[in-house]
Nanobody, 120 residues
Framework: QVQLVESGGGLVQPGGSLRLSCAASGSIFHLYVMGWYRQFLGKERELVATITDGGNTNYADSIQGRFTISRDNAKNMVYLQMNSLKPEDTAVYYC??????????????WGQGTQVTVSS
């Protein structure tokens, strides 16, 4: 199994920045795609950004140019640098990985979520 722990969420003013971190642990053999999703109140979860093990990134149009995803393969970490935050970015942000463990095949794992609130 893979455990994901997110950190870095909180309250920030419009125009401000936050950096989300997600640590993956467990019987990890390989982490393929790592990413961030968000869920607005009453809405379905949606893609924010993903990064492959080769470093290829994909971003939602709504955050293009404001958010940057990165990963540290040595530490099994993925980050989301969020700049120029807007009130409409307020949501619960979830870390997601596609991983192979030493006992299981390729599976999808989710973190518990971290709240990001953008408000003055």
């Amino acid at each position: 199994q893979v455990q994901l722990v997110e950190s870095g969420g909180g309250l920030v003013q419009p125009g401000g920045s936050l950096r989300l971190s997600c640590a993956a642990s467990g019987s990890i053999f390989h982490l393929y795609v790592m990413g961030w999703y968000r869920q607005f109140l009453g809405k379905e979860r949606e893609l924010v950004a993903t990064i492959t093990d080769g470093g290829n990134t994909n971003y939602a149009d709504s955050i293009q140019g404001r958010f940057t995803i990165s990963r540290d393969n040595a530490k099994n970490m993925v980050y989301l640098q969020m700049n120029s935050l807007k009130p409409e970015d307020t949501a619960v942000y979830y870390c997601n990985v596609v991983a192979v463990t030493t006992t299981l095949g390729r599976r999808n794992y989710w973190g518990q979520g971290t709240q990001v609130t953008v408000s003055s």
